[in-house]
Each structure stands twice: as C-alpha cells, then as structure tokens.
C-alpha cells in the first residue's frame, strides 16, 4: 500500500514536471503558450515524465541496495547521476523515435522543429540539471532519514541503557536492603558507636556512588573498586569473619572503565547464593588476567533456597558491556563460580562516541 502511494506520488510530480518543461519549451520555439489545442503536447509530455519518473524511482532504490550511500557516499552520487542520465536519455530518444515513427505531424506544437539542434541542446541541457537536481536532492533525503534513523536508534540505546542502570540501581536501594542496613546500625549504636559512625560513614558513601551514577554509562575502575571496598566494609560488619574479599588488581588497569556497580552487584550476589556460617566462610577475589579481563572469582558454600537465579544480575550486566565491547563475559560455574569481564581499555571520548552513535 505504501509503495502504491509513493508510485502515485512519482507519477503525478514527474508528469506535472514534464508539463512545465513542455510549457517552457513551447514558449520557446514559438513565442507563445500552449492552449487546448496542444491537448496532445501536453499528454505526450506528461506520459514521459512519469514513465522516467517511475523508471529513476525504482532504479535509484535497486542501486541503493547494491551501492549503499554510507560505505560509499561520493561513488554512490556519481554512478547515480551518470546512470539517470543514461536511462533518462535513453527514455526519451526511445520517445522521440516512436513519436516520430507513429505521427505524421508534429503533435507536440505546430512549428516544424524536427531536427532542430538548438531545441535537441535546450532539451539535453535541461535533463542534465534537473537529473543533477534530483540526485543532489535524494542524496540529501536519503542522509536526512539516515539521520532520524540514527537518532531514534541513539534515543532507543539511550533510554535501554537508564533502563538497565535503573534496574541495577533498584536493587541496590531496595527496601530490604536499608533495613539490614538499619538493623546493623541498631546494633552497633549502643554496643560499638565508633564502629556505627564508621558504619554509617560508609553507607552513605555507597548510596552517594549509587545516586552519583545512575545516569552514568560508565566509570573508572578505580572508582568502583573504592565503592565496593565500602560495600564489602558494611558486609563485613554483619558476616564478621565468615566473609573474606580480596583485591588484586594492577595500577595499569585501574583507569580503564566499567559499567557502575558492576563488581557490586557480583559480590552481592555471592554473598546472596551461599549459606555463610561459622564453618562455612565465603571467599571472593577481584582479580585481573593480562590485563585483559577483569575476574571476579568466589568459592561455594551450601546453596540458599527461595533466592531468584543470579542470572539476573548477570544479564543487566552482560546488556550494559554490550554497549561499550564485542568481547562476551565469560562464566565458568565449577568448584568455583568465576565471572570474566573484558577490560574496557578506550578513552572516554570513544566510549562516549560509541553510546550516542
């Protein structure tokens, strides 16, 4: 139905055209305009038009395809602009000729110009300029909806990357997540005050780094190792010794840059997905690999019941590096569940190019 209109359109404009050149053509050659009785100028006129219009229409759209603007904008206008012509041309001598062959007389006006050279050069001149028009004006349609195009598909990759940051951020300020958080500092006030201020300290700072990048695509990695050491400092308050957190990372890589609360929400979900006891301690380690890929490495415990699957959390975070890398996570569950993430080594300029392309 689309392609219906979009012909329609073609046909009605490229014949209007053709009776506008047809109009000046004949107030050229005779010094007067056309009436009634060039009736058959003006269909003859109209029928070319269209018929070059529908033949430019569907020819440009199978040479799109073949020759795409993008990879090659300055070929693409050329080969375009020598091609209409070729087929412009060759429409219109076509036409000639039957014209010539089926009628007897003139019917485009009563002057005889049969091979008249000024009017075969006027008619040559003004195909050449408004086939120049015409693929100046496609080209420059065609770079406009590849600009919406890009456009929407940046404001898409936008509002799915906040999505994926609320969803992250949702988790984190969860109401259950301040009540343990409370009911730690409950306990603490009376018993431990300097370790409650020490605890209260940090747990505005991780809601601080919380609030702080919510809008944020990306971090550096040393900021997020700063807020995790912060997250793992109220964790250790409630697990005491049952839960152990190393890092080992090296300096080269600490500027390199990650997804916000990307190691955070894997600590927590380690600490979610195992049983923490007396007798049960849970190691993590935050470690690097040719400083290639960030591993974040946690050994098990007896598994927790009721817990949703960590997989959520990894999804989020597998979605959000997409943005910024080719490179996969990498997991490996066995006697330990490790998680291996590509260390994001491009400047902030890139990054920031490649999440509003």
Do not use: C
Request: hydrophobic share 45%.
């Amino acid at each position: 139905m689309k392609s219906a209109r979009q012909s329609g359109l073609v046909v009605l404009l490229s014949g209007l055209l053709g009776i506008l050149l047809y109009t000046y053509l004949h107030y050229s050659e005779t010094g007067m305009f056309p009436g009634v009785e060039n009736a058959s100028g003006f269909t003859a006129s109209f029928l070319l038009f269209s018929v070059i219009g529908i033949a430019l229409h569907y020819f440009n759209r199978w040479l799109d395809q073949k020759l795409e603007w993008q990879r090659a904008f300055a070929a693409r206008f050329i080969t375009g602009y020598l091609a209409n012509l070729a087929l412009s041309f060759g429409l219109v001598y076509v036409f000639g000729w039957l014209l010539v062959s089926v009628s007897q007389q003139n019917i485009l006006w009563k002057t005889d110009t049969a091979g008249d050279d000024s009017l075969l050069w006027k008619i040559a001149i003004l195909l050449l300029t408004i086939l120049f028009m015409y693929t100046v004006v496609y080209a420059l349609l065609y770079s406009y909806q590849q600009y919406a195009v890009t456009q929407i598909e940046t404001i898409q990759r936008e509002r799915k990357q906040l999505e994926l940051q609320f969803q992250a951020l949702k988790s984190q300020v969860s109401p259950h997540y301040l009540f343990n958080s409370l009911n730690t500092i409950s306990s603490l006030i009376y018993k431990d005050p300097q370790s409650a201020e020490q605890f209260i300290r940090r747990l505005a700072q991780t809601y601080q780094y919380i609030l702080s990048t919510q809008n944020k695509p990306f971090v550096l990695l040393k900021e997020e190792v700063e807020f995790v050491q912060s997250y793992y400092y109220l964790l250790r308050i409630r697990f005491q010794q049952q839960l152990i957190v190393e890092f080992n990372l090296p300096a080269g890589i600490m500027n390199t840059k990650i997804p916000p609360l990307t190691l955070q929400i894997l600590v927590e979900n380690a600490v979610k997905h195992n049983h923490l006891g007396h007798d049960k301690k849970l190691f993590i380690y935050i470690t690097a690999q040719d400083n290639t890929h960030l591993k974040v490495i946690n050994t098990k415990t007896s598994s927790l019941a009721d817990v949703p699957s960590f997989r959520i959390g990894l999804e989020n975070i597998q979605k959000r590096y997409e943005f910024f890398t080719h490179r996969k996570i990498e997991i490996r569950d066995d006697e330990k569940f490790v998680v291996s993430l590509p260390v994001i080594h491009a400047n902030v300029e890139t990054l920031e190019q490649k999440y509003s392309a």
